[in-house]
């Protein structure tokens, strides 16, 4: 059974600094790799999606990479703002079936 | 290009009574979701329509839960008498490709608050 992890739950940074979310699943065979973000009280934005065969996208500030092999999803913020706040989320779609396994997310906390 | 709405935004009932969420889907897109999430954790699937026939279910509580999407559009997911365990955020997402694959494209959410 697909398990994904977001290691940490909360991270607070001061503005300016890069930094990397993480994103962990037990079973490499997946479909793509999706990280979201998520603002209190609103729904969810897709920001980057990766299918298997890739290693990387980039999306402005973002970039985000792929390693099935070691199961791990890294997400790039390169010179962080007080409006990246927000929970970040990253969801699988497997292989083997159409849905997408979610994190539980990590809460970031950018301090002006 | 017009995002997935949704309505309401907030809903407050009391527990046994009954409730009611709309949503409307990027135009054009095949298939479309309704996600419950609870605070602290990762959306939980509950319903997904493929045009307007359901391809999975298997998680929606259908004692108290059911869903339509007619014409394969809108749809709307109804609680039917709703339990505390019911206060979340309801997501409806939609999605171009079939098979549920595609890239998903939510809406804000109603947020559900049972007393």
């Known amino acids: 059974k697909q398990e994904v992890t977001q290691i940490p739950a909360a991270l607070s940074v001061p503005e300016g600094e890069n930094l990397v979310l993480n994103c962990s699943f037990t079973d490499s065979a997946i479909y793509n790799l999706q990280w979201f973000r998520q603002d209190p009280g609103k729904g969810l934005t897709s920001l980057l999606l990766?299918?298997?065969s890739q290693r990387e996208q980039t999306s402005g500030r973002l970039n985000a990479s792929l390693d099935k092999s070691s199961g791990r999803s890294t997400l790039y913020i390169a010179a962080s703002q007080p409006g990246d706040s927000a929970t970040y989320l990253c969801?699988?779609?497997?292989?083997?079936?159409?849905?997408?396994?979610w994190g539980a997310g990590t809460k970031l906390i950018i301090k002006p | 290009e017009a995002g997935v709405a949704q309505s309401p935004r907030y809903k407050i009932i009391e527990k046994r009574q009954s409730v009611a969420f709309w949503c409307n889907p990027i135009s054009g897109h095949a298939t479309l979701y309704w996600y419950q999430q609870i605070l602290g954790q990762g959306p939980k699937l509950l319903i997904q329509?493929?045009?307007?026939?359901?391809?999975?279910d298997s998680q929606l509580p259908k004692d108290r839960f059911s869903a339509e999407r007619l014409k394969g559009v809108d749809s709307t997911l109804k609680i039917q008498p709703a339990k505390l365990e019911d206060s979340a955020v309801y997501l409806c997402?939609?999605?171009?490709?079939?098979?549920?694959?595609?890239?998903?494209?939510f809406g804000p959410g109603t947020r559900l608050t049972v007393l």
């Open positions: 990766i299918q298997s």
């Open positions: 969801a699988v779609h497997m292989d083997s079936n159409y849905q997408l396994i």
């Open positions: 329509f493929q045009n307007n026939g359901v391809v999975d």
């Open positions: 997402a939609s999605s171009l490709e079939g098979g549920g694959m595609g890239e998903q494209f």
